[in-house]
């Protein structure tokens, strides 16, 4: 399997994945499903209702499925901002939360009125909801309606980042995930504290409550938990070898990570350790989860929604590989072309190079890859000046890595 350091650690393999990173095979079933859509830029959220599966896009809506994730419609008479960073469902009631505020439908999506007069150009990340209480986490803090939308008030007593990503509920207890760590709020928003002990790093992308346990999913943070509703947070990142989480979801005892390049990681000891879960999963920079039924989908940064069966992805029988597959792009701010060096080792594995750009469209790129000592040049002259990120495949592994193009 190649030279490695004395004493480093190895995953345990299985000799059909051995062979199947030499020599990349078609697999009869894979773990995750390519739901072929809905194809509206990054998928920032995902919310489910029945059979009704609602995508929010960074910018083509909100998009529908009826039939697990199999065909999409695209849901957005009436929204005036197609970029959509979050989803809540509430019986016949759908918001969505825009860069230019919150939305409602009734009608499953057919139709939208704006509900945000009060913080107009309110840029929504998050939105929850407990009772009638609906609280929304924006760009100016939380902002709180009793009346579907109609009115809304601010609550930020005590919450000095104004900056809400994300949003969780438990009882009495309403957890706020901002830049600057958690904040709790025991009164419906109207105090808020501080509640930091134990984290490393303090950018919180998304929260996810079981009974006790409080999960956040931090950016370069990884997952820490709570289990005394946030006083103290402990980190839980064994074998989470992707750090950047943008989500959580939770499914009994099975706690999955979305992560910003490493895919999906699934917990079944409260995040005490991880295992990448990612065979199938050929987008694995994942921006949203949700859990319906017998099913986990997985919201991705290339505009795609792939499906998996939890048994499939939790059961006992699993294959797992080596993660050493990296590689190095140079140089880093470019202008005429980037080099990249996985070296031979892995040169003669590699399937497929794409780059996209930071709206989740896909550039032209080389079709199969041609190395040389491990190196391929790759002209970048024609793209704008902007942020890229570069994809590469070697059988079921797939990284990501960003480069910037100046002019």
């Known amino acids: 399997m190649g030279n490695y350091k004395k004493g480093k650690r190895m995953k345990k393999c299985y000799i059909l994945a051995l062979f199947l990173f030499a020599f990349p095979l078609n697999i009869s079933k894979a773990q995750w499903e390519d739901c072929n859509g809905p194809y509206g830029g990054i998928v920032h959220a995902l919310a489910i209702c029945n059979n009704n599966i609602f995508a ?13 994730g199999n065909n999409w419609t695209k849901n957005d008479s009436g929204l005036t901002n197609t970029e959509v960073y979050s989803l809540l469902i509430s019986g016949n009631n759908i918001f969505a939360g825009t860069i230019r505020g919150v939305f409602l439908s009734t009608d499953n999506g057919n139709n939208w009125t704006y509900k945000n007069s009060e913080f107009k150009n309110t840029f929504c990340f998050s939105l929850a909801i407990s009772g009638n209480y609906i609280f929304a986490g924006v760009n100016g803090g939380v902002v709180l309606s009793t009346d579907n939308g109609n009115n ?24 706020a995930g901002t830049g600057r760590g958690v904040f709790l709020s ?23 409550i079981s009974g006790n346990n409080i999960f956040a999913g931090i950016e370069d943070g990884g997952v820490f938990l709570s289990t005394d509703n946030g006083n103290n947070w402990t980190e839980k990142n064994s ?29 079944t000891d409260n995040g005490s350790i991880w295992t990448q879960k990612n065979f199938g999963l050929t987008e694995t920079l994942v921006k949203s989860l949700a859990i319906n039924g017998n099913n986990i989908f997985a919201g991705t940064w290339g505009g795609r929604v792939f499906r998996a069966k939890l048994s499939d992805i939790t059961g006992v029988v699993e294959i797992e590989i080596t993660n050493n597959f990296q590689f190095v792009i140079s140089p880093n701010p470019a202008s005429d072309y980037i080099e990249i060096n996985v070296g031979t080792r892995h040169a003669l594995s590699l399937q497929n190079i794409e780059i996209y ?40 592994n797939k990284i990501t890595k960003s480069f910037v193009v100046v002019k």
């Open 239 to 267: 074998g989470l070898t992707d750090t950047v989480v943008r989500s959580l979801t939770i499914s009994g005892n099975n706690i999955f990570a979305g992560t910003w390049g490493g895919g999906v990681f699934l917990s």
């Open 186 to 208: 025991t009164d419906n928003g109207n105090n808020w504290t501080q509640k930091n002990s134990g984290l490393t790093k303090t950018c919180i992308n998304s929260l996810a």
């Open 56 to 68: 929010g896009t960074s910018w083509g809506g909100v998009f529908l499925s009826t039939d697990n």
């Open 152 to 175: 809304w008030t601010e609550k930020n007593s005590g919450l000095t980042d104004n900056t809400v990503l994300s949003l969780a509920i438990s009882g009495d207890y309403i957890f």
């Open 357 to 396: 750009n930071v709206y989740g469209i896909r550039m032209e790129h080389p079709p199969t890859p041609s190395f040389q000592d491990g190196e391929l040049r790759i002209d970048v002259s024609s793209l704008l000046a902007g942020v890229y990120f570069c994809t590469m495949s070697s059988g079921i």
